[in-house]
């Protein structure tokens, strides 16, 4: 199920196309082409953002295949890039899963600060065109798997989170990490209206233990299927932790902070006993309200119609991450 290969990206700004991968573009093209899905490009023409298979030609390879022992791919049918693009949790921009798509195409990522301070010996700012030349960009295949039981394999573009930690060079102090999304009511529509926003106290905010933070699956990303981050995804940068439940993959990161102290989570504090700190993908504890057993995985639909997978401890990425958590006893909720 894993291969470890990735594609590795030259680190510069993406632009639609530049990176199209064509084993996997391409072969998913005919795939559409056989079942009749021709048709699908001139409903997705009006969105820049998804026509990778309107195209006739599609760009070559600026990619190199290369070995990398500490990144990992899949073979999971990837989730079709129009469902990733508009099936999405980002409650600054309403609860319902159509309407980031819908209210966040005017959201304005450039120019953008990311700042990483705290527990640090060299605090670091990150500038809009920084997200995308600081570190080597690369390809990361992840399963996502919310908390509601559905679950997506993308794509993903970013770099390990390690790199910008290090880089930053943490002291001794440093046991967690803090991240904070943008707040910007008067364009997150949820952070002004708490019917729109689900009732939840923004800026959101997330964590991880520092070890968390340094595992080589952890990223941070900045494009899906070969692009720039649709905001509705958590444009211009957002987390994507593959073991954990998808909320802790926060989005939009304006901040960083390495902690002595755990970090306050958002969801951990609107419902401790829904939502753990760790929130680790856990078959074998339900949530209080449903079963986390299995999950629907969200395909390309129709012929696919048959989703209903079942849900693996640390979602799949056990034989990465379950040391790190040697001393926790997994028939509970952390
Ligand atoms: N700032 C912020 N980050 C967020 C959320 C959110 O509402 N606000 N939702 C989370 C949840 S519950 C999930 S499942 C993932 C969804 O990511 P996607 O829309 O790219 O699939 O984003 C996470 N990050
Ligand atoms: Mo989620």
Redesign the pocket.
């Known amino acids: 199920m894993i291969k470890n290969i990735t594609r590795k990206f030259s680190s510069c700004q993406l632009t639609e196309n530049q990176v199209t991968d064509e084993t996997v573009y391409l072969k998913r093209r005919q795939v559409l082409k056989q079942l009749g899905f021709a048709g699908a490009s001139a409903l997705l023409a009006n969105n820049a953002q998804a026509d990778w298979f309107s195209k006739e030609e599609v760009t070559p390879f600026t990619t190199q295949l290369l070995s990398a022992k500490n990144t990992i791919t899949t073979d999971d049918i990837l989730t079709p890039e129009a469902k990733v693009i508009s099936h999405n ?1 980002f409650y600054e921009f309403g609860t319902s899963k159509n309407d980031p798509i819908e209210n966040a195409q005017q959201f304005k990522v450039n120019p953008w600060q990311l700042t990483i301070s705290g527990e640090v010996d060299k605090p670091i700012t990150l500038d809009y065109d920084d997200l995308y030349k600081a570190f080597p960009l690369e390809e990361r295949i992840y399963r996502l798997r ?3 039981a559905w679950s997506m394999v993308v794509p993903w573009i970013g770099f390990p989170l390690a790199d910008l930690i290090k880089k930053a060079q943490p002291n001794s102090k440093a046991k967690y990490v803090a991240f904070e999304t943008l707040y910007d009511p008067e364009q997150m529509p949820g952070q002004s209206s708490r019917r729109i926003g689900g009732g939840i106290d923004y800026p959101y905010l997330e964590g991880l233990r520092i070890d968390e933070a340094m595992n080589p699956l952890t990223l941070l990303s900045v494009g899906l299927y070969g692009k720039t981050l649709p905001a509705q995804n958590g444009a211009p940068i957002r987390l994507v932790v593959p073991w954990k ?3 802790k993959s926060i989005k939009s990161i304006v901040a960083i902070k390495l902690m002595e102290k755990m970090p306050p989570t958002t969801w951990n504090i609107l419902a401790p006993r829904e939502y753990g700190f760790y929130a680790n993908v856990n078959p074998q504890v339900d949530h209080p309200r449903w079963s986390q057993a299995s999950e629907r995985r969200i395909t390309s639909g129709g012929l696919f119609a048959r989703n209903r997978i079942e849900t693996l401890p640390f979602n799949g990425y056990g034989e990465e991450v379950a040391h790190l958590y040697k001393n926790m006893d997994l028939r509970k909720n952390y």
Do not use: L, T
């Open positions: 949790n919310c908390v509601e439940y998808g909320f």
